[in-house]
């Protein structure tokens, strides 16, 4: 990621069940499980952007893409 790009990380925390596939997927560690087992974003620079994380999640959780 080009530093001037941030990223739009958006959890829908109802549809969330914390079975962290996202996590374990995610090739660059950019996410990372809460306190509740729940993806967060912990490393934007990191993040190369593949959508694995939403593209991935079973219960379609995640919604990820840059910030205009
Ligand atoms: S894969 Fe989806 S349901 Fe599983 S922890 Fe990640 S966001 Fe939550
Ligand atoms: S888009 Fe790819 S690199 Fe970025 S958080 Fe999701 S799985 Fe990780």
Redesign the pocket.
């Known amino acids: 990621m080009k530093q001037e790009e941030k990223v739009d990380f958006r959890?829908n925390r109802e549809?969330?069940?914390?079975?962290?596939?996202?996590?374990a997927l995610c090739p660059k560690k950019a996410i990372s499980?809460d306190d509740e087992?729940?993806?967060s974003m912990i490393n934007e620079e990191a993040c190369i952007m593949c959508r694995l994380?939403e593209l991935?999640?079973?219960?379609f959780?995640?919604r990820i893409g840059r910030m205009q």
């Open positions: 959890l549809y969330c069940k914390a079975c962290g596939i996202c996590t499980a087992g729940k993806p994380c991935r999640c079973p219960d959780a995640i």
